[in-house]
């Protein structure tokens, strides 16, 4: 039996709200949410999933649908399917959330659309959107054997290679394509420039616009590297991150590092983004 003391469950930030999970299956979650004052959780929707919050204490506005209501402890909410739905924290306050089915597996699909203007993307649990950009002063469309083999990879596992771009060793350049695809597809896969030299800025880049950095991803594609290249493979700086409800991978340029990548990145991508979009 697993047992979680909600009383003790505490994760404040002062730059946003913080998640933690109490319970996860494939049928639903269970998590608590922690809002220092006036921190948000923008409007959203889900079809083909409910959601219940429940205040565990403090105060918050609570939005469902085209009602607003300030809610104290004890107070419970539901934001049926397809319902927008948000929460402003009044004071600082936790709240218990519980989701069914778990959107990662909702069979209707998503709708992740919400008042500040991002994409919407609707899919099932099966198909994704992919933008994929290619780093590099040297090479283009016609000779990016990494951008092929991706294209290849993701593909064959059901998802849709929906944005493709090569831009050059150039912050500005890297940074225009990372935030333009960001919102328009539901994951970004950026190749090229982790490594120690000069020109190798594509990390410096895109990890400032990370919401949350999955320092995970990093430290296991380097273990892998490691086993596959020798200690060299430790030299890289792979990472990962959440940029609004779109999640982004940062990988090195050869046809192996993208290989290795995509295969950690694919086994999880449903799972980040059934997180990140609840």
Do not use: W
């Not at 809610?71 to 397809?82: K, M």
């Not at 990548?261 to 999880?268: D, M, N, P, Q, V």
Request: net charge negative; charged share 30%.
């Amino acid at each position: 039996m697993e047992v979680s003391d909600v009383t003790k469950v505490r994760s404040f930030d002062a730059g946003e709200f913080e998640k933690v999970n109490l319970f996860e299956t494939e049928n639903f979650f269970a998590d608590v949410y922690c809002f220092e004052e006036g921190q948000t959780q923008e409007l959203h929707e889900h079809a083909g999933s409910d959601k219940v919050y429940h205040v565990l204490e403090g105060e918050a506005e609570i939005t469902v649908g085209d009602e607003s209501l300030s809610v104290g402890a004890g107070g419970t909410v539901l934001a049926g399917s397809g319902k927008p739905h948000g929460v402003v924290a009044e004071e600082r306050a936790r709240l218990l959330v519980f989701m069914a089915p778990h959107p990662a597996h909702a069979d209707s699909g998503c709708d992740h659309g919400d008042e500040t203007g991002h994409a919407e993307h609707e899919h099932d649990e099966s198909d994704f959107d992919f933008g994929f950009v290619t780093v590099s002063s040297s090479r283009d469309k016609g000779e990016d054997e990494s951008g092929d083999r991706a294209r290849e990879i993701i593909e064959d596992e059901g998802h849709v290679f929906a944005e493709y771009r090569v831009v050059s060793d150039d912050t500005d350049e890297i940074r225009d394509a990372v935030g333009t695809l960001v919102g328009e597809v539901d994951v970004v896969v950026v190749s090229g420039g982790t490594g120690l030299t000069d020109d190798d800025v594509t990390p410096e880049t895109v990890r400032p616009a990370f919401d949350k950095e999955v320092l995970g991803f990093g430290e296991e594609f380097r273990r892998r590297s490691v086993d596959e290249v020798g200690t060299r493979g430790m030299l890289t700086r792979a990472t990962a991150g959440v940029v609004d409800d779109t999640v982004v991978f940062v990988l090195p340029g050869s046809v192996g590092a993208v290989e290795t990548g995509l295969s950690l990145a694919l086994g999880e991508v449903h799972h980040m983004l059934g997180l990140v979009r609840r």
